[in-house]
């Protein structure tokens, strides 16, 4: 019966050191399959590997072009949190500087040295301001990058359409008057352009490398996304080992 206690110990304490990743040289003699068949409700334990060369990661990061299948998951990709989030910023930013603008931006008068001067700036033109040049004005680098960030598959596709909803909110900021802010007098017509050819090209290849990055950050940190043994864990392994 003492042996049995003994040996039903020596199972616990090796459980529980499975369940933490904690690494014990008598393990070895037992061998992988053992333990692995130890883990928690039958779940193998995923030993940590070494850690691959910047070269390594830096060309194992890259993914190539599956066209159709992108094409097919199209509905799944703009489902996407970054997605959302970078259309919705903007729209709402453009919305925001074209209602906070267009008095200011129709009462410039470009024939004289300084149109604003004696002019008061609203503070919601500011702000959007801020939030247009960053998701709006070609080419919408934040937009693109937090599209790549969070995208599973197809950051290209995603940061394209994005790169199409954009050209659309900067094309309808200035032709509306408050877009005089940003055009003054010149012609719209090459502000147009370059918003419908920037915009789509510049999202989809930053949205691309950013995806490229955080492939990247993956592949040469393999334990950047495991989390650690919570306290309540740590406590409970204790209570079985006594």
Same mark, same amino acid.
């Given at each position: 019966m003492a042996r049995a206690k003994r040996t039903d110990r020596t199972e616990a304490r090796r459980r529980y050191r499975v369940e933490q990743g904690i690494a014990d040289p008598a393990d070895a003699a037992i061998g992988p399959n053992v333990i692995a068949g130890s883990a928690k409700d &039958? $779940? =193998? !334990?995923? /030993?940590? &590997?070494?850690? /691959?060369?910047?070269?390594?990661?830096?060309? &194992? =990061? $890259?993914? /190539? %072009?599956? %066209?159709?299948?992108? %094409?097919? !998951?199209l509905p799944v990709i703009i489902r996407e949190r970054g997605f959302l989030i970078s259309v919705a910023v903007a729209v709402v930013a453009t919305a925001v500087f074209v209602v906070a603008t267009n008095e200011l931006g129709a009462s410039l008068d470009f024939s004289l040295p300084e149109p604003l001067k004696d002019k008061t700036m609203p503070a919601a033109t500011s702000i959007s301001y801020l939030a247009v040049s960053l998701f709006v004005a070609p080419p919408p680098a934040a937009g693109g990058f937090l599209i790549g960030f969070f995208a599973k598959r197809g950051s290209w596709l995603s940061g394209l359409i994005f790169g199409v909803v954009a050209a659309a909110c900067y094309s309808w900021m200035i032709v509306s008057p408050a877009g005089r802010l940003l055009a003054g007098q010149n012609p719209t017509s090459p502000f147009i352009v370059q918003a419908w050819v920037a915009g789509p090209i510049g999202a989809a290849l930053f949205a691309s490398a950013a995806a490229w990055y955080r492939r990247f950050l993956d592949l040469a940190n393999p334990n950047r996304g495991q989390r650690r043994p919570t306290r309540q864990a740590q406590a409970r392994g204790g209570q079985k080992r006594r």
């Open positions: &039958g $779940a =193998a !334990a995923t /030993p940590t &590997g070494a850690r /691959p060369s910047i070269v390594a990661s830096f060309r &194992g =990061a $890259a993914r /190539p %072009l599956d %066209l159709r299948g992108d %094409l097919r !998951a």
